[in-house]
């Protein structure tokens, strides 16, 4: 079992940066996949970034490609999202997730543990 807190959110004017951190707990955390998530009101929850156990592959979805970094402190059991230039459309609710097979995987589907989520609100 692996417990993920994610932290860092608030609020923002846009261009403007925020760095969230999730925090992993439980047996080889280390060796899990990570990715963060986001949800916006109203939609359904899209990918965001992912990295693999090693740090080795990353992925991050076209609409943050170039904005956002995702890292991982594996000494540390923590992954990171490093937001620059952030726009109101950033606004959502960013979620954690781990997967097991330790891969940077950009489908929901592939995610065996979910934090609670962490608010980010980016004001025009």
């Known amino acids: 079992q692996v417990q993920l807190v994610e932290s860092g959110g608030g609020l923002v004017q846009a261009g403007g940066s925020l760095r969230l951190s999730c925090a992993a707990s439980?047996?080889?955390?280390?060796?899990?996949?990570m990715g963060w998530f986001r949800q916006a009101p109203g939609k359904e929850r899209e990918f965001v970034a992912s990295i693999s156990w090693n740090g080795g592959s990353i992925n991050y979805a076209a609409s943050v490609k170039g904005r956002f970094t995702i890292s991982r402190d594996n000494a540390k059991n923590t992954v990171y999202l490093q937001m620059n230039s952030l726009k109101p459309e950033d606004t959502a609710v960013y979620y954690c997730a781990a997967n097991r097979v330790g891969i940077a995987g950009i489908e929901q589907r592939t995610y065996d543990y979910w934090g609670q989520g962490t608010q980010v609100t980016v004001s025009s």
């Open positions: 439980g047996r080889t955390s280390s060796s899990y996949g």
